[in-house]
């Protein structure tokens, strides 16, 4: 079992390019989130995903777009980079039923927009 | 709205000390509530989680936590700290039925040999 994988773990952007953060877990977890992390301020939720072909806004999802086709992946697209897009970005997977609901993290990736 | 606040920022205890990092929540129900912790460029672990029933939880590492509901809180302890305690830890409130978590903003704990 890998978990949860994230590729790349870090990355540079000038402004206005695209990317997109891929995030794989091979636990059949129904549930995938993608946060980003910035000093005090913890971990915000972009955006989620409860299912292949099903997706919502978390906190704060301007900027970013994701789509879910199948269970294993969740990709995260930077349409047009901006310097406050910088940030640690970290995907996450959870079964979300009963005691099992818990959210397990990949490694993070480490982006940097000039 | 759910929020989640950790009103300590830094905390700085001797190796040996106990430990307790303080957390407050904002949610209409009885959340799930959950201590992670991330050491220096690292992703985060899960430490410990409620769900229900009993209030003391156990976690990993030694750590425990007690759930007040009174008081809104969800604080974690530990009796003895160790160096490699240091790191960040988070308090986070998880919706139930709708798997969407919202994190405090974290407490960096330093422990001094």
């Known amino acids: 079992n890998a978990g949860v994988t994230q590729t790349p773990k870090f990355q540079v952007l000038k402004t206005g390019q695209s990317m997109t953060l891929q995030c794989a877990q091979d636990?059949?977890?129904?549930?995938m989130s993608w946060y980003r992390q910035d000093p005090g301020m913890g971990l915000r939720l972009i955006h989620y995903s409860v299912g292949a072909g099903i997706t919502d806004q978390g906190e704060v999802p301007n900027g970013y777009n994701v789509s879910r086709s199948t269970t294993e992946d969740f990709p995260l697209r930077l349409l047009s980079a901006a310097p406050s897009q910088t940030s640690v970005y970290f995907c996450?997977?959870?079964?979300?039923?009963?005691?099992?609901?818990?959210?397990?993290f990949g490694p993070g990736t480490r982006l940097t927009v000039t | 709205a759910q929020s989640v606040t950790q009103p300590d920022i830094h905390i700085t205890v001797s190796e040996g000390a106990s430990l307790e990092l303080r957390c407050n929540y904002s949610?209409?129900?009885?959340?799930?509530l959950f201590w992670y912790v991330q050491s220096p460029g690292q992703g985060l672990q899960l430490l410990l989680k409620?769900?229900?029933?009993?209030?003391l939880v156990q976690g990993i590492k030694g750590f425990e936590a007690e759930f007040k509901r009174s008081q809104s809180s969800f604080n974690l302890r530990k009796p003895s700290v160790h160096w490699s305690d240091a790191a960040e830890y988070f308090c986070a409130v998880g919706a139930r039925g709708f798997n969407k978590f919202y994190f405090g903003s974290g407490t960096k704990l330093n422990v001094k040999p």
């Open positions: 996450a997977s959870s079964t979300g039923t009963g005691s099992a609901y818990e959210q397990y």
């Open positions: 636990m059949n977890h129904e549930y």
């Open positions: 949610y209409g129900a009885t959340p799930y």
């Open positions: 409620y769900f229900s029933g009993d209030t």
